[in-house]
């Protein structure tokens, strides 16, 4: 079935490296798109997100890269931090479903001091 | 700024028990969603709720039921408790006038152990 799913289950980064996290989308009817991060024993929490009718967004030290082409999302964390290590999650709002955001599997961020 | 708060944090239940999970969603949001994570999973969508009134379901056993009440908060309830329902489960709320084009924003959860 349609889903969004990551291409990395875990990603591991050298302190003050770039990070570039993946994740893939099937329904071209989704219009919006957010990233979360969830750290162990928390509820995920909000990051980023970016509507379909842009390319790029950028946030404090994130960027999410947005091509409809080829249904793909990207979230750039610079200079990474050993308080960035955790799950993150993308997802997707498809249309006219009432706000439900429908998630991808996770990848987890691992930031080597 | 205040969150949503779910309670209670961790909860233990034997096999054929009923659960009561309580959301109160952030002020002024009218719009609450339940999701369940198994370990290791993504969250997976519910059920939710829009002014007191179910807005759209998705993989909610019918075991499960919830509302929203007066004061928008909400209550999930699961009976018959199976061990695959072991789970954290996470409330989110968000201000629908705001549009769907905005984020959820989630509770810390509730871990749900059935033995």
């Known amino acids: 079935g349609e889903s969004v799913g990551l291409h990395l289950p875990t990603l591991s980064v050298q302190e003050g490296d770039n990070s570039i996290i993946n994740c893939a989308y099937s329904n071209s009817a989704s219009d919006y798109f957010i990233w979360y991060k969830q750290e162990s024993g928390k509820g995920p929490q909000f990051i980023i997100d970016?509507?379909?009718?842009?390319d790029k967004r950028q946030g404090q030290r994130v960027t999410v890269l947005l091509n409809k082409t080829v249904k793909h999302l990207s979230l750039q964390i610079a200079a990474t931090q050993p308080g960035d290590s955790a799950v993150y999650f993308c997802a997707e709002n498809r249309g006219n479903q009432g706000g439900k955001l429908i998630f991808g599997q996770g990848t987890e961020l691992s930031v080597k001091p | 700024a205040a969150g949503v708060i779910q309670s209670p944090r961790h909860l233990i239940k034997e096999k054929r028990e009923t659960a009561t999970l309580k959301c109160y969603p952030i002020p002024r949001h009218d719009t609450v969603y339940w999701y369940q994570q198994g370990p290791g999973q993504d969250p997976q969508f519910l059920i939710s709720f829009y002014e007191k009134m179910q807005s759209d379901k998705g993989s909610i056993p019918d075991r499960f039921s919830a509302q929203q009440f007066s004061d928008y908060h909400s209550e999930l309830n699961m009976s018959s408790l199976e061990l695959g329902d072991s789970a954290l489960y996470f409330c989110?709320?968000?201000?629908?006038?705001?549009?769907?084009?905005?984020?959820?924003?989630f509770g810390n959860g509730t871990r749900l152990t059935v033995t």
């Open positions: 970016i509507r379909s009718n842009m």
């Open positions: 989110a709320s968000r201000l629908q006038g705001a549009g769907s084009n905005s984020p959820l924003h």
